[in-house]
């Protein structure tokens, strides 16, 4: 078990390495070891994955490995691997979409001048990722969380020639690191108190109350922030719609299915650590997020900005799930989101590669031209809007039960499902905008159109096995049983309000399925209905409605100004500082001591004049005196030797007289 | 006999000196200078050095006074230069030189000398010898540098006019 | 290799004789014979490595030699785990500079001669163990570097700003201000010889060994005032050369006007020897300064304001040598912070840190010189998607600058995430606020240098350099080593901290034990 | 009175002032060399008087023949000075030679 552990951690790094040395002068530049790399460690990972499906327990760990790793002596740091249940999914999840989005990429990609490169970047994804995954400590987790950062940051920018990419990159990677300095500061919260970062030796900690409190509260906040900065959820949702300046496979693996939800597994990771203050901090960032990012997608244009808000409001709904208490519902939902949204990503990939652009306003009418696509892109579309029997149904389903649960034992946190239920419909609205505007109806671009085509057989098929996976409605029943929330009683003291918490949600939680499930069905069935009124029969006119909500679209249209809102704050702020201190250590510091320097010039300057004018002037007049004299005398400088013996003979002759008598 | 001999070279000495001194010719002046050398070197002979006179007939007579006069020679063989050689501010001169000479004698006859006489005469070469490649032979081999360089710096200095 | 620390440390001087004696004309002999002897001191410093017993924490291959015994001076070498990476850091960049000047050629005689000597300087600091000698080293350093800076460097020019600026300007000032800093630590030093008798003859004394040991502290050092005092004015001495804010203005200058070479010794070495001075003489000597906790949270702070001021005065710079510099100020507020807290963790994270800083700000700055050489200015917005045309040259820009912004997997990494969390976790000092506000600087870092990165790097290519070549193989052959290093310790640090713990861990006793009981009492 | 040091003595002192005088009043160069010849004379007398006539032993001889030594050296080159001199005043006039005058 350890060594297929090992073996997927290491298939996509060596063949990272091989791409970025040799990946050049390899035939078919190489892509073939990174596929190859991933479906191996896919293979493994099914294999990892039948293991813990064959023991079938809630929660179970299959297998664990520790190494010393960096030992200060009184203070070791290990490196492990922790395999449970969770893991298996999670890699079988990662594996299975980067396996699909390489083969895909190969038809994509095709062509590229950077393409080893291209697939350079995907292994060190994969690696990053899985290794995230895998690890079984903060400081492991916190290592890999930035290296996806980093690959994520190579691969938005991978053509970087354009500058919005090289922007786009840019603001993933320090948004990102915005959240990160606040994970680093929960995890030296938490190291400072248990003195280790591996998840066992701090939860037992936890358990046993050596750290509980505000502190802990505190403590989940801060590593939450760095979810917040990854899984993009408000306020550092922000650079996700950028993020899709990248190429439209990695849109698909990175900023759909794995990396964005790693926030969401390490809170699923580190769920005990949350106190319930934490948890409903984590539920309300969550709803404001779904609901926000929703709004925002009914307006835009660009077809993967839609997908790209649409995820973030979907990781908004995990976040929901988990700090419900929805712990299933939670990791459950990011699995069947994987699937639908790498498959939404990939599909509105194959249409941009056939028509060249991005602008749902210059597509139209492309279902007689891409069968399979627009096929996949429906059942997709079908899932995340909650269509029975689609995964997307049960998952949402989930996560609505369980924040109406949380809803109807506390009454004041009821707004959170009706937020979410609102934001539920407005998905179905949007994403059948999509559809409707892509696949259907005229044509709006002749030209474009005429060009366009099926894509290759490599594209296609990922399509149609995500397209499968989207259907698969035995999820629900596996995923209940083995991802149970961790049991909290078995914890100390300090989470039994969670508890209390949990046991009331659970008696509630019967009642709350069935309304949850009625009430997202007939939302979401409004939602595409109105949809297809306003699209599909054009019976309303968009464009008229959005002239009547003016200010709202234009909110909406410009993302309710949060980009504005950075540049003019935070942005202009940090701008300024540095202009402010590079000028005051020009200026002032630096002034410092080069006054210093010329007030010890101009001192020296004055006590030279003094010099000159009065110690200068008695030593001149000596001289001048001298001088005189000496003119006086300089006759008795004949330049002649011998008048020279003559007078120091006569003195020496005078002495000798003096000195006689 | 020794006083006798002594008083002979003496008087030749300052007389030839005073010759030296005092002619207006500078070729009397060299052969004054060529018989006072001659009376040192007799000198010499009576303080049992005779090493030291040899030397001195062989450097002084047999080499720097005709170099000397080589010098008087060329200069006025080339130029034509008169020969007469003038003095000047001859009564100052006088003066101190009779007041040195005035010092001298003072010096001279107060002075409690720590007199040793040795009457024995015995050959001194060998024992300059010894001493010369013994005690004194870094300053031997230095004048020896001195000399080669002092020739070598003449010979420059006199041929770059 | 009974003196190997001699050895080590006198090589240069050697080669600098042979090149005094090498017509000035044949420039590949010169380069040739200055390559020789960095090499085998890097020869001796991979062997001092070998051979080095990593379990105690005593002082290893001393040499003891009376030298002016009226003053109880001592010739008196040695090396322990603080100063091993230091040693093995400056023979190895003193080795890879050596390559980095081969395109110097105003008067190519005398720079080698100079560097060589202020290799020699840096090398005697580190080993040295009587503070004399010390002291002796630390000042040979100074009149080698005023000289490299001051006619190697740009030439003076009057900025618009109506400053004259320049080589020699940065080199007068660098000079003035360590020397500044040297009066202090001159004072520090003679107070402590005149109180501290050798155990021995009871007389005064300059051994460190003796000067550590409490036992021996006597006079006026017995009032705990004094002692503050003398603490001061060490840190003071010190605080210029790391600098530490508001300390630190000559090091813009200096990195920037010095040649290429010259400011990667200046940032990868003499930098380190600040924090060197405070961990081997500071606080051994003085460990209950401490008691007086405000020089703890003085330090931490100024460690802080390092951090956040450096970097935003990097984020400002328009220069890319300039920026390098100023990341150098905010790099080394993180040692300065991850020593306040007196951990193990935070102590052994500082002297990391300082490694790997050493080998991080070289790369840098090897970097900035070779785009230099090539396009003659450095400022950052006159470049533009070069990654086009020097892929490996951003490739290797890249991973500088990912290694300087802290990316896990490199170098710096390491070492930063454990000073903070050794700063953090201070069991005698609470530093947790500062070290939080501290870690924005991991933020600002990204900020500038991937802004930098892009600036240069990314977007279109600028058509004025269309035509710019590769780096070439004598400038990958100083940067490759470096980058193996970084990666290699990023991912695994064990063999830079196996050689340093024990004698680390063993100085945090100490000082420990000088401050009384925990003051929090958090664990 | 038998002739003793001092006799020695007297004439050596004769000889010297003799050679200074000739060496403050004579225009001429070589005369004023000559005169200092007298005057390395007079020295060398006095050095071999008192070898004799002290417990010196030999010292004083053998600084005699250094002092001859040294005087043909200096010889040599103040004829070469002469020379030299002529070349630059066309005269060996030790008068004319007061470049050095205040």
């Known amino acids: 078990m350890i060594t297929s552990a090992i073996l997927i951690l290491l298939l996509p790094l060596v063949a990272f390495i091989i791409q970025i040395f040799v990946g050049k002068r390899l035939p078919r530049k190489g892509d073939w070891v990174s596929t190859g790399a991933m479906f191996a460690a896919l293979a493994l990972s099914v294999g990892i994955f039948i293991d813990a499906v064959a023991q079938y327990e809630p929660n179970n760990v299959l297998a664990t490995a520790t190494w010393d790793w960096i030992n200060f002596g009184p203070v070791h740091v290990t490196f492990g691997f922790l395999i449970d249940n969770l893991t298996a999914f999670m890699l079988v999840v990662v594996t299975l979409v980067s396996s699909l989005v390489h083969l895909y990429s190969i038809g994509y990609m095709h062509g590229d001048p950077r393409y080893n490169r291209y697939f350079a970047y995907l292994s060190l994804f994969s690696f990053s990722m899985l290794g995230l995954v895998l690890v079984d400590n903060l400081f492991g987790i916190y290592i890999f969380w930035e290296l996806v950062g980093l690959s994520s940051y190579l691969l938005i920018g991978f053509w970087f020639e354009k500058d919005s990419a090289a922007n786009a990159s840019k603001k993933a990677f320090i948004t990102n690191r915005v959240g990160d300095v606040g994970m680093f500061a929960g995890i030296m919260i938490l190291f400072s108190i248990t003195g280790t970062f591996s998840f066992n030796e701090v939860f037992a900690a936890v358990a046993d109350g050596h750290v509980g409190g505000t502190l802990l509260t505190v403590a989940g906040i801060l590593l939450f922030f760095g979810a917040i900065g990854k899984s993009a959820q408000f306020p550092l949702h922000v650079w996700l719609p950028d993020a899709m300046e990248g190429p439209t496979p990695v849109s698909a693996l990175i900023h759909a299915a794995t990396m964005v939800a790693a926030g969401v597994y390490m809170v699923g990771r580190t769920f005990v650590l949350y106190t319930p203050d934490a948890l409903l901090f984590i539920a309300y960032i969550g709803t404001i997020t779904a609901f926000i990012a929703a709004t925002i997608a009914i307006v835009q244009m660009d077809i993967k900005r839609v997908l790209a808000y649409s995820t973030i409001s979907q990781l908004g709904y995990m976040m929901v799930g988990l700090g419900t208490g929805g712990y299933t519902a939670g990791l459950f939902h990011l699995t069947t989101h994987a699937f639908f949204k790498a498959l939404l990503f990939l599909g509105s990939g194959s249409v941009i590669h056939a028509v060249h652009t991005q602008e749902m306003d210059e597509m139209g009418g492309l279902r007689k031209k891409m069968p399979i696509t627009f096929w996949t892109f429906l059942i997709a579309t079908l899932s995340i809007s909650g269509v029975f029997p689609l995964s997307g149904f049960w998952s949402k389903d989930a996560i609505l039960a369980s924040a109406l649960g949380f809803g109807m034992t506390h009454p004041a946190h009821m707004p959170i499902f009706v937020v979410l239920l609102l934001s539920a419909g407005v998905t179905a609205f949007y994403m059948f905008r999509i559809v409707f505007l892509t696949f259907t109806g005229e044509p709006r671009d002749k030209k474009k159109y005429d060009h366009a085509h099926e894509s290759p057989l490599t594209m296609t098929i990922p399509l149609v096995v995500l397209a499968v996976l989207s259907v698969g409605t035995i999820w629900w029943g596996w995923v209940e049983h083995m991802l149970v929330k961790p049991e909290l009683a078995s914890y100390g003291s300090h989470v039994a309000s969670a508890v209390e918490h949990a046991a009331e949600e659970h008696g509630v939680a019967h009642s709350a399925h069935t309304i949850a499930m009625f009430s997202s069905v007939v939302v979401a069935t409004l939602g595409i209905l109105l949809s297809a009124v306003v699209y599909f029969w054009r019976k309303i006119s968009a464009d008229a409605w959005a002239e009547k909500l003016k200010p709202i679209h234009t909110f909406l249209w410009n993302k309710y100004y949060f980009d504005e809102l950075y540049a003019a704050t935070i942005i202009r702020v940090t701008l300024f500082k540095s202009r402010l201190f590079a000028a005051f250590d020009l200026k002032i510091i630096d002034g410092i001591v080069n006054g210093t320097g010329r007030l010890t010039a101009a001192f020296s300057r004055l006590q030279g004049s003094i010099d000159l004018r009065g110690v200068d002037g008695a030593v001149n007049f000596v001289a001048r005196f001298v001088g005189y004299l000496g003119s006086q005398l300089r006759g008795l400088q004949t330049g002649n030797i011998q008048a020279y013996i003559m007078m120091a003979l006569f003195a020496v002759v005078l002495l000798f007289v003096f000195q006689q008598f | ?161 | 290799m009974n003196n190997v620390l001699t050895w080590i440390t006198f090589l240069p001087v050697i080669g600098v004789l042979l090149i005094l004696f090498v017509p000035k004309n044949s420039k590949n002999l010169i380069r040739v014979i200055a390559a020789v002897f960095t090499g085998l001191q890097l020869v001796l410093a991979v062997w001092l490595y070998m051979n080095f017993d990593t379990g105690t924490a005593e002082f290893q291959f001393k040499e003891q030699y009376s030298w002016i015994p009226s003053f109880n001076i001592e010739y008196f070498m040695g090396i322990d785990g603080l100063s091993i990476p230091m040693v093995l850091l400056t023979a190895f960049l003193s080795f890879i500079c050596i390559f980095a000047s081969w395109g110097i050629d105003k008067s190519l005689k005398g720079y080698f001669a100079m560097f060589l000597l202020l290799d020699t300087g840096m090398m005697g600091v580190f080993c040295a163990l009587d503070f004399f000698l010390f002291y002796i080293f630390w000042e040979v350093m100074l009149l080698p570097m005023y000289f490299l800076i001051g006619i190697w460097g740009s030439p003076s020019r009057k900025d618009p700003d109506g400053m004259v600026r320049g080589g020699p300007y940065a080199a007068i000032k660098f000079f003035l201000y360590t020397l500044f800093g040297s009066i202090f630590m001159l004072i520090a030093m003679l107070v402590m010889y005149f109180n501290v008798s050798d155990p021995v003859t009871g007389g005064h004394t300059f051994n460190m060994l003796h000067l550590m040991d409490q036992a021996n502290h006597g006079g006026v050092l017995a009032d705990f005032n004094i002692r503050l005092w003398i603490y001061a004015a060490l840190f003071i001495g010190f605080a210029i050369k790391v600098p530490v804010f508001p300390f630190h203005t000559w090091l813009p200058d200096a990195h920037v006007e010095a040649p290429t070479a010259i400011s990667v010794i200046l940032a990868g070495v003499l930098l380190k020897m600040g924090t060197y001075g405070m961990l081997r003489i500071s606080f051994p000597m003085l460990p209950d300064a401490m008691k007086w906790e405000y020089f703890a949270y003085g330090m931490a702070i100024l460690g802080l304001i390092n951090i956040l001021y450096g970097a935003f005065c990097a984020m400002a710079q328009k220069d890319l040598k300039k920026l390098v510099a100023y990341s150098s100020i905010s790099h080394m507020g993180i040692v300065l912070l991850g020593m306040s807290g007196l951990t193990s963790l935070g102590m052994n994270g500082a002297v990391m840190q300082m490694f790997n800083h050493g080998t991080g700000t070289a790369m840098l700055f090897l970097l900035v010189g070779v785009i230099y050489d090539r396009a003659h200015h450095r400022q950052i917005d006159g470049f533009g998607g070069l990654a086009v045309r020097m892929p490996i040259y951003a490739a290797m820009v890249s991973l500088a600058f990912f290694a300087g912004l802290g990316l896990p997997g490199l170098s710096s990494f390491m070492s930063e995430v454990f000073s903070f969390l050794g700063a953090f976790g201070s069991e005698l000092f609470d530093l947790r606020l500062i070290t939080i506000i501290s870690t924005l600087g991991i933020v600002i870092t990204a900020a500038y240098f991937l802004w930098t990165f892009q600036r240069m790097f990314l977007g279109e290519l600028n058509p004025k350099y269309a035509d710019l070549p590769e780096i070439n193989g004598r400038e990958l052959f100083t940067l490759i080593p470096l980058g193996i290093i970084i990666i290699f310790l990023g991912v695994y640090p064990a063999p830079l901290l196996d050689l340093i713990k024990t004698s680390l861990n063993e100085l945090v006793e100490v000082v420990k034990a000088a401050n009384g009981p925990t003051l929090l009492g958090l664990h | 009175m038998s002739v003793g040091l001092n006799h020695y003595l007297f004439l050596a002192a004769v000889l010297f002032v003799l050679g200074l005088y000739a060496v403050i009043t004579k225009k001429n160069a070589v005369t004023v060399l000559m005169g200092i010849e007298l005057i390395l004379n007079a020295a060398n007398i006095n050095f071999v008087a008192f070898s004799r006539y002290t417990d010196t032993d030999m010292d004083g001889q053998v600084f005699a023949i250094f002092v001859i030594v040294t005087a043909a050296a200096a010889a040599a080159v103040a004829l070469a000075i002469v020379l030299n001199l002529y070349e630059r005043l066309k005269s060996i006039n030790l008068d004319e030679a007061d470049s050095l005058s205040g």
């Open chain 2, 1 to 161: 006999m020794q006083d006798i001999m002594f008083y002979m070279f003496a008087a030749l000495t300052i007389a030839s000196a005073g010759v030296m001194v005092f002619s207006r010719s500078v070729i009397y002046s060299a052969v004054g200078l060529l018989f006072t050398f001659f009376g040192v070197a007799g000198i010499y002979v009576l303080l049992a050095a005779d090493f030291v006179a040899v030397a001195q007939v062989m450097i002084y007579v047999g080499g720097i006074l005709v170099l000397l006069l080589f010098g008087v020679m060329l200069s006025q063989r080339v130029t034509g230069v008169n020969m007469r050689t003038e003095t000047l501010q001859t009564v100052p001169a006088a003066i101190v030189a009779v007041g040195v000479l005035f010092i001298l004698f003072r010096v001279i006859s107060k002075t409690e000398w720590l007199v040793k006489a040795k009457t024995t005469f015995e050959p001194t070469t060998a024992k300059l010898g010894t001493l010369l490649m013994t005690d004194y032979l870094i300053p031997f081999e230095i004048v020896s540098v001195l000399l080669l360089g002092a020739l070598i710096g003449a010979a420059f200095i006199a041929r770059k006019g």
